[in-house]
């Protein structure tokens, strides 16, 4: 099936150096991003989520370094094409970095300037990549404030980041993101600090700013309760590895590999009141040594013998959903999903 792909990630292998041993973040990971989409990327901590975000900026550490695949950026149809991943220099990087993909990170306070106004800095990602100054600068950071949602833009203008809340603080990025008028706008965990109510403005609001401006967005979490809403497409995350892709619905009612049950299952919505909350046993493997099999093997009490030999190769389930687990080799024998995602299904099941 052929769709309009803006992003697409191709056998990305990046590995980290440190006190000269190599770290494997990212494993031969490929991945399409379709233009106008909302794509979920879901993970534990340290499953190689913000790597992938941060090569897709060029900002990966000094020690990290793409050695396989491409990272291919198609603007328009029409236009040219570019493998992001050949890209060495702040200047090669100056076209793309904000103009055409922002990010918007986990805590404000560590990407806002706390020594310049928020009018500075709003007017400063307007200089650089919309070539707009003086009052025209001025009149489109009010309007980008008043945009997100913050009240009295023109007194906002000239206060600090430590005069805003949280919430606010993470609209003002938002605002900034959005004044270099991108195409792909990259939330890293951008709820993280904030309590359950704006926790949901913000992501209604990164919601509302998608659809007036025809942005493709990529979510960066580790819950997947917060994207149920909001998603269009999830991709789940573990070791370096993408483990299943699909459709949310197909993520959540129809998963087929173990590492997302048990993601599914450690949901608070699902459990039962007064009873014991899942947790995943185990710890996510050491990517300083070298992965055997299916990475997520030694934690699944459902694992085949063969998980721990061989790596399983993608097994497609539908022509937008697919997952990397031998459960669905046709030799395979029949293994039913825990209890919580069974009765997750019945639950949709049984909605009219």
């Keep these: 099936m052929q769709k309009d792909w803006i992003l697409q990630v191709k056998n990305l292998d990046i590995c980290f150096t440190l006190r000269g041993r190599r770290l494997h973040a990212l494993r031969d990971i490929s991945l399409n991003v379709q233009r106008g989409e909302s794509l979920a990327i879901v993970g534990e901590s340290g499953s190689g989520k913000s790597v992938l975000a941060k090569s897709l900026l060029g900002l990966l550490d000094a020690n ?17 094409q570019r493998d992001l991943a050949t890209l060495r220099s702040e200047k090669d990087w100056l076209p793309y970095r904000g103009g055409e993909i922002a990010i918007v990170m986990q805590d404000p306070l560590t990407s806002l300037n706390p020594l310049m106004t928020i009018g500075k800095q709003i007017t400063e990602a307007l200089r650089i990549h919309q070539n707009q100054h003086g009052e025209a600068a001025k009149k489109a950071a009010l309007a980008f404030l008043d945009d997100v949602g913050i009240t009295e833009p023109e007194r906002r203008l000239r206060q600090h980041p430590h005069e805003f809340s949280g919430g606010m603080r993470q609209r003002v990025a938002i605002a900034i993101a959005m004044a270099c008028h991108p195409r792909i706008l ?27 401006y025809g942005l493709t967005t990529i979510y960066i979490t580790h819950d997947l309760g917060v994207v149920a809403n909001i998603a269009d497409r999830i991709a789940v995350m573990y070791a370096g590895d993408f483990v299943e892709i699909g459709a949310c619905e197909e993520i959540f009612y129809d998963s087929r590999h173990p590492y997302t049950w048990a993601l599914l299952s450690s949901l608070p919505q699902l459990g039962s009141k007064g009873g014991e909350l899942y947790t995943i046993a185990g710890t ?69």
């Design 186 to 212: 990259i939330c890293d965990e951008p709820t993280t600090a904030l309590d359950v109510t704006i926790q949901a403005q913000i992501l209604g609001l990164i919601k509302r700013m998608q659809l007036k």
């Design 64 to 80: 990290g370094r793409i050695v396989n695949g491409q990272i291919l950026y198609n603007p328009q149809n029409g236009e040219a």
């Design 284 to 352: 996510p493997p050491n990517l300083f040594e070298e992965t055997t099999g299916d990475a997520f093997a030694p934690r699944n009490p459902r694992a085949l013998k063969i998980d721990f030999l061989s790596r399983p190769p993608i097994f497609e389930i539908s022509p937008t959903h697919s997952a990397r687990t031998w459960l669905l080799d046709s030799r395979a024998p029949k293994v039913d999903p825990p209890p919580y995602i069974l009765s997750l299904r019945e639950r949709r099941n049984l909605q009219p």
